[in-house]
C-alpha cells in the first residue's frame, strides 16, 4: 500500500480507543454536546491536529476545525464527522470519520493544495443532549434557528449555558456559518452502521442518499392514583397507553416496507412503583428513503396515538415535531469518489444510508458527499462497534488520491504541487 496509510490507521484505530476514554461515564462511552468530556477531546484532537500541521480553532457552536490555509485559494475543502455520541456508545460512530480527516492532513503534509483542508469535528449530531440533532452542523450551514439556544436539556441548562459555559459566545454563533462559495465541498467519512459492505465483501461505499427522518416528542396523559385502592377496570394509565402505542409503532416498521420506527425514551411520571403512571412522555423516531411513507406513517401513528387514548379516556398530544427531508449527495463529489476507490484498484458500493449524519444538512448548503467504511457485525449506537484497521488504511489512501484529484480540477496554471 503506497504512502504510510497503514501506519496511519494504526494511528487512527489507537486514537478511537483513546478519545472512548472521553466519557461523561466512567464504563461506556457516552460524550454529549459540549459536556465536559468534550474538552477533553477537543485537547487530544487540537495536539494530533498540530502534528498535522493543522491550525486548530473552536467556533461558537463547539465545533472543532483544524485549518491548512492555502494561500491560492480563499475556498475549502471540509473533511469529518462528528464528535459527540448516543449514551452507552461504540467508540467509532462520528470520532473514526474526524480521525481519518487528521490522518489524511498528516498523510499529505508535504504537498501543496490550491485550496484550505479543513478537518472538522462537529459539537453535536446525535441530538441526546437538546433532543435536537445536528446542533453543530446546522451552525455551519447557517441553518441554526436561535430558538435552539432557549433548549434546556434534563438538568435545566441552556443550549445557550452550555455554549457559554464551554468558554464560548452563544450571542456569535451566526460566525460559525461558512458561505456557499467558501466550501468547494464537504466530505464524511462514517462507519456504515449497517451490514451492505460486508455482505458485498468490500472495505468502501458511496452514499448516493440519506433517508428522511421524523422526530417527535409524545405524551399521553390520564389519571394518576393509588396503585393498591384504585380499581382496574375504569383506570386511564398512561404508561399502558404508551405501552399499546410502541407495540402500534412497530408493527406498522414491520408492515411497512423499508420503514424503520421506533420508541427510544419513555419517561413515566411520576414514575413510583404504587402510583398509577399519570403521564408518560415518549419519543418517536420514523425513517424512510420516501419522504411520503414516512409522512403517511407519521400520519397514521399519530390518529393511532389519538385512538388509544380516547378508549382509555386519556389525552394524546405532540409536543414537538422535527423532521429532515431525504437528501441525495452531490453527483460530482460523489463521482470523484469513486474514481478515486477505483483508482486506488478498489471497487465501490453505492448505497443508501439509514442512519442521520451531518451531511443531511450539509447537502442543503453545499456540495456534499459520504464514504462509508465496512463495519464488521453491524452493529452501531451500541459499545459492540467494530470497525477494522486495514479498511481504514484503504479509507485513507482513497481520500488522499481523492484531495489530490481535487486539487488538479482547481490547481491554478502557475502552482505546481511538490
Ligand atoms: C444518528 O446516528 C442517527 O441516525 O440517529
Ligand atoms: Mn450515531
Ligand atoms: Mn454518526
Known sequence: ??????????????????????????????????????????????????????????????????????????????????????????????????????????????????????????????GERFSMPYLGSSAVAGRFDQNWLARTDRDGNTVSDAIRQFGLRPEDIGDAEFSTDHVIAYVEPHLEQGPMLEQAGLPLGVVTGIAGQ???????????????????????DALLMASEFIVEVSSLGRQTTGLRATVGRVAAAPNAPNVIPGRVELSLDVRHVDDLVRERAINDLLATGNRIAKAAEGIFSVLETNANAAVSMDADVSKLLIASIHECEQRPLELFSGAGHDAVVMAERFPTAMLF???????????????????????????CQFVRNLAKQHQPNQVSSS
Open 373 to 399: 467504511l465496512r463495519h464488521p457485525g453491524g452493529v452501531s449506537h451500541h459499545p459492540d462497534e467494530r470497525a477494522e484497521r486495514d479498511d481504514v488504511a484503504v479509507a485513507i489512501e482513497v481520500l
Open 214 to 236: 421524523s422526530r417527535l416528542r409524545l405524551e399521553f396523559a390520564g389519571t394518576a392514583g393509588h396503585a393498591g385502592t384504585t380499581p382496574m377496570l375504569g383506570r386511564s
Open 1 to 126: 500500500m503506497p504512502l504510510n496509510a497503514s501506519k496511519l490507521a494504526d494511528a487512527v484505530m489507537a486514537r478511537c480507543d483513546e478519545l472512548a476514554a472521553c466519557s461523561e461515564d466512567e464504563h461506556r462511552v457516552t460524550r454529549r454536546f459540549l459536556t465536559p468530556p468534550m474538552r477533553e477531546v477537543h485537547d487530544r484532537l487540537s495536539g494530533w491536529m498540530k502534528a498535522a500541521n493543522l491550525e486548530p480553532r473552536v467556533d461558537n457552536a463547539g465545533n472543532l476545525i483544524g485549518r491548512r490555509a492555502s494561500t491560492h485559494l480563499d475556498r475549502t475543502l471540509l473533511l469529518g464527522s462528528h464528535l459527540d455520541s448516543v449514551p452507552n456508545a461504540g467508540r467509532y460512530d462520528g470520532v473514526l470519520g474526524v480521525l481519518i480527516g487528521v490522518a489524511i492532513a498528516e498523510a499529505i503534509i508535504d504537498e501543496s493544495l490550491p485550496f484550505h483542508l479543513d478537518i472538522i469535528g462537529f459539537s453535536e449530531e446525535e
